[in-house]
């Protein structure tokens, strides 16, 4: 069976220019959630949706970021305009339900800001 | 709100030696608790849980306790491998849908 799986890998950009990143989450899973990672701060949760609707966004750093998820199988995150401090690793996970606190992780999109 | 506490890294040990990373969380009522590991240029994946006061949750030679009383989930493993390499995260799940983190340790294990 397929993972939860991200593009791209790896994203060099531009101050200002715009990001999206994009998870297709394992078939049959209702939840989907959104992390960032860094060295200073860790994992963060940004979004999470349950059934394609979002639950809760205010791990969202500011207005410049923004997520979508159209169908099941997919999601988008976006940042615009993108800035130097949005370098970070952004994982995508997806869960059966929110019962069981297992998150299935893809590996993960690593996003530089220049 | 809710939290987890683990200890800084990173932990360095040669193989076969025994591993010890603490872990203490702050929560309203009984959190679920977990170790998740993450392996160089991968995502995480769930190591083991526990959901309840006392259960111990074990995978792969890894162990971890559920202290109440001490508010404690501390991940411990008799004989490490150089392949247990990686970084340990510490989560809990209390009364939302959300997982909490710890930072996370990074361990080092020479042969």
């Known amino acids: 069976d397929a993972g939860v799986i991200q593009s791209p890998r790896h994203e060099v950009t531009e101050m200002g220019q715009e990001v999206t990143l994009r998870c297709k989450p394992i078939s049959g899973h209702d939840y989907l959630f959104w992390y960032r990672q860094t060295m200073m701060r860790g994992l963060e949760l940004l979004i999470y949706?349950?059934?394609?609707?979002?639950?809760?966004d205010s791990g969202m750093p500011e207005d410049r970021f923004s997520a979508k998820m159209p169908n099941a199988s997919f999601s988008t995150l976006k940042i615009q305009p993108s800035e130097p401090r949005d370098s970070a690793v952004y994982f995508c996970?997806?869960?059966?339900?929110?019962?069981?606190?297992?998150?299935?992780f893809g590996e993960g999109s690593r996003l530089t800001v220049l | 709100g809710d939290s987890v506490t683990q200890m800084e890294g990173p932990v360095t040990l040669s193989e076969e030696a025994f591993l010890t990373i603490n872990c203490t969380y702050t929560a309203t009522g009984y959190p679920s608790l977990f170790w998740y590991v993450q392996y160089p240029g991968e995502g995480l994946q769930l190591l083991l849980k526990?959901?309840?006061?006392?259960d111990k949750g074990s995978n792969k030679g890894f162990e971890a306790t559920y202290r109440k009383e001490t508010t404690s989930f501390h991940l411990e493993k008799g004989s490490v491998q150089v392949s247990d390499s990686a970084v340990y995260f510490c989560a809990l799940q209390g009364g939302s849908e959300k997982l909490v983190f710890g930072k996370g340790t990074k361990l080092t294990v020479n042969p």
């Open positions: 949706f349950n059934n394609n609707v979002p639950i809760d």
């Open positions: 526990a959901t309840k006061a006392d």
């Open positions: 996970a997806s869960s059966l339900t929110s019962l069981t606190g297992e998150l299935f």
